[in-house]
Structures are given as C-alpha cells and as structure tokens.
C-alpha cells in the first residue's frame, strides 16, 4: 500500500475500527464466559396483549372527536371557572364555575336519560374554610356519576375516571378575566364525560365512577374532599385516572410534541406507607411496585389490546407527578387510593396558567385552538379502554406471598381467590427481572377453591412476582405483588 492510501484509510474511522478494535475485542469476549442464561428467559412464556373484547372495542368506536370539541368549547363558552368565582354575586349568566357545574351535572344526567336511569348523578359541596389560595369561605362542587356494577359482590369495587373542570389565569385569585382552561383541564373533563357516555350503554359486574372536580388551581381541594368522602363512606376504590392536560398542544413550530403517547406518572412508595413499611419496600427492593405502578402497567396492558402497535400508548413515568407540579391523584394516593395522573407528552407552559395575550409576537392562553381533539380521543379511549377491562375482571387477588421460611432457589407463592370472584376464572403469575418496568414473563395458573399455593423452579431473589386474576373471557385485573 503507498503511504499517502495508508495515511487516508488510516484516517477513516471505520477502517481503523476493522483493523485495530475488533480484532482486540473478539479476543477479549472469547476468553470472558458467555452471559448466564437466566433458565426463567429459557422456559417462560413472554406476555403477550389480550385479545381486544369486542363490547370494548366497540365502545371505544363510538368515542368521537366531534363530542370532545363540543364538551371542551363548552366549558370555554363559561368564560372563567376559577373556583373562587362560586362566591361572585356579580358574575354575568353562563359565566363562572358554578354554571359550569350545572351543565356537567346535566351531561351526566343526559347520559344516564339515554342508558334508562344507569347512572346515579351527583353533587359533593362543600364549603372550603380559608386556605392559601382561598381568601373566604368557599363553596366547592365535585360532579360525578355512578355506573353501578351488575354483580352485587363485585359491584362494591369501583374504578373512578375524573378532570378537574375549574381554570385558572395568570392570577390564581382573579375570576373575572378570561381563563379558558381549554387544555387545563376542560380536556380531562371531556375525557370523563366520553368514557361516561361511551361505558354507560355496556353493564360491568364491578362500578365505574365518572368525575369532575373543582378547586384544583386553589390546592386540589376538590378532590381532597371527594377522596376523604370516599374514605369515609368505605368505598372499594381499586384505581383512580386523572386526567390533567391532555390536550396534545397543536402550537405551531412545536416539532417535539409526540401524538403515539401520553404520560402516566404513578408513585413507586405509598403516599400512606408507615416507617415500618417503607422499611420493608427498602430491605425488599419492591420500590417500583406499589398498587398505583400496578395500575399504571394495566393501562399499558389494555393499550397492547385495543391499540394497533404503534398508534397510540402510554408512556411510563416512575415518578408521583412532574417537577414543581401537582394534581388529584395526589390527593387519592394521600387516602391511601391507588391513582395515577395522565398527561400529554410535552406542555406548552405558555398556555397553562397565562392570561390571554401576545407578547413578542407570541400567544400566551389556553385556548380552545392549541388542543387536539382526536388525540384527547385517543386519551379517551385508553381510558375507557382500562376502565372497562379492570370493571370486568375478577378483581384483585387476595393475601399474595412469597414463602420465605428457609433459603430456597426455588419460590413458592401463596394467594386466594378476589373477594367474590365469580367462577371460571384463572390466574396468571407475572414475573420480570428486578431492572424491567413492565411484567414480562406469564404461567397461566387454574382456579382451584381457596387458596392457591404454587412452587415455580425459580429464585425469587432474581425477578419480581406478581399474580392477576382472569375472567373466562379474558378480562386482565390489577396485579397484586407480594
Ligand atoms: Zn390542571
């Protein structure tokens, strides 16, 4: 080879790589011994998506964009629905929070008109005392509506959608000017309302709760005083989604906005855990597994069945919420409720929180033209589509535990059927490897009466265990971890 070709190639990466790093790298992985081959990846069965229900999936067929737009201009056509504006004697008609209550009220009712009476159509209201962002006594309204399950047992489990339909400005206080709220958070609301007109015309064994809350700008005291409601009135609640701006931001020249996904943040600890528990989630490694994170995986779960790959999915957030942010999840997660938050991909914090104007040639507001209403559809369906299959399914296995009596390669796992489980159900023992987010290995297990025990050839130091239970016709419940 002449020189000055040597010094060119040389000067080539690739070629340099060919010649010089591959060869000491082969060398070096044919002395290391291969990567262990846990014998779990050998003999598992990975999970796959669960057949998409066809009562389901023609539900999800009749959410519709047009509902959406109609449901979101609505609320917007109210002007501003701060929380504060309840107290406001001089407000024009059809403006202000409180009107805006009485239309959801009489959505809710309208829904139920069409289903014969199946929704029980309420009112929470309450007067707030004097708090931060709330200068007098207040009076705050939650709407919500029950589909109460068909099975008298399973009916007492109840799965709660709800947004917050109060707004806000630039000016937390301020109830006067225009706070459209559009994406913050008429969106979450349509997606309550749909899944109740959409779910309404289907009969589950276990209940669906249709909400929408207010004072959520002033410190979620809405939804702090529904959770407590719920607390105290013992009500079975096994998953809360909140969906807080879910808008899909149409800004223009937002190139980095993600239409395929939406975010769900849940918390890894319990919000109520004691000392002694967070001790145990420590000394156990179980930090990713707390019910909410359960709840989270079944909304990914009920996306692989209703949802061609890649259209549409959520996106993971192993974290209670964004920084420097809240939302009402927190307050059921506080209540010891099992509850997510869902959110669009990437906020525009220009229209959040802002009153409406331009500066600098850029629209500040959160109006009505940033949302995308077949994304907030698809936020719907993803929703109704979880609702749906977790309000069908058996429920959430009883009393889960791994043996750990002596030093054992082997694990063996004890559980009992959900309170009330109709027959014909099985259950699937769920494992994954400590650093996965997601279930990924599945052995389809029997019914049997009673408890279950079962010893798999295993290490439970090795994987994560969980066990769900399975209707017949394949409805996935949340999956309980030891
Ligand atoms: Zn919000």
């Not at 990567?35 to 990975?46: F, N």
């Not at 395929?260 to 990713?288: H, K, Y």
């Not at 033209?369 to 058996?394: E, H, I, K, M, Q």
């Not at 408890?451 to 409805?475: C, E, Q, W, Y």
Request: glycine share 8%; aromatic share 8%.
């Amino acid at each position: 080879m002449k020189l000055r070709r040597f010094i060119r190639k040389a000067q080539s990466p690739t070629w340099l790589y060919s010649l010089v790093i591959a060869p000491s790298l082969s060398c070096a992985l044919a002395t290391l011994p291969a990567q262990a081959q846990p014998d779990y990846q050998l003999h598992a069965t990975p999970i796959s998506a669960a057949p998409a229900a066809p009562a389901i999936a023609g539900a999800l067929g009749q959410i519709s964009d047009t509902h959406i737009r109609q449901t979101i201009e609505t609320l917007v056509s109210y002007g501003n629905r701060n929380t504060l504006s309840s107290m406001d004697a001089d407000l024009p008609a059809g403006t202000g929070v409180t009107a805006a209550a009485d239309w959801i009220f009489t959505q809710f009712e309208e829904i139920s008109r069409q289903c014969g009476g199946c929704l029980e159509v309420k009112r929470d209201t309450f007067t707030n005392p004097v708090a931060d962002r709330i200068p007098k006594p207040t009076t705050i309204t939650n709407v919500y509506a029950i589909l109460h399950g068909t099975d008298p047992v399973a009916a007492k489990r109840m799965y709660l959608v709800t947004g917050h339909y109060d707004s806000r400005n630039s000016d937390t206080m301020n109830t006067h000017d225009a706070a459209p709220g559009a994406n913050d958070d008429a969106s979450g609301v349509a997606v309550s309302l749909e899944c109740a007109r959409v779910l309404s015309k289907l009969k589950f064994p276990a209940s669906l709760v249709f909400v929408a809350v207010a004072g959520e700008e002033q410190g979620l005291n809405g939804s702090a005083h529904l959770a407590h409601l719920a607390k105290e009135e013992s009500w079975q609640l096994e998953g809360v989604l909140n969906n807080d701006i879910v808008g899909g931001n149409t800004t223009p020249g937002d190139t980095l906005q993600r239409k395929d996904v939406v975010r769900v943040f849940s918390e890894g600890i319990p919000a109520t855990a004691t000392p002694e528990q967070e001790r145990r989630i420590r000394a156990l490694g179980t930090v990713d597994d707390a019910p909410s994170r359960q709840l989270a995986r079944a909304m990914a779960d009920a996306a692989r069945s209703y949802f061609p790959a890649g259209v549409f999915a959520p996106f993971l957030v192993s974290r209670p919420d964004r920084y420097l942010r809240g939302g009402d999840h927190t307050s059921f997660n506080r209540e010891g409720f099992t509850a997510v938050r869902i959110t669009e991909w990437r906020e525009d914090f220009n229209h959040q929180h802002q009153n409406i104007r331009m500066e600098n040639g850029v629209q500040f507001g959160d109006l009505l033209r940033f949302v995308d209403f077949s994304y907030v559809a698809n936020v719907a369906r993803l929703n109704a589509a979880t609702l749906a299959t977790l309000a069908s399914s058996p429920g959430i296995p009883a009393e889960f535990k791994l043996v750990t009596t002596k030093l054992d390669n082997a694990t063996t796992m004890t559980w009992k059927a959900p309170e009330g489980a109709a027959g014909g159900l099985h259950y699937e023992v769920l494992w994954r490897e400590t650093t996965a987010p997601d279930w990924q290995y599945v052995q389809t297990v029997p019914a049997s009466e009673g408890s279950v025990t079962l010893t798999m050839p295993i290490s439970k130091d090795n994987v994560v265990f969980g066990v769900r239970a399975v209707d017949s016709a394949g409805h996935r419940g949340l999956a309980a971890t030891p």
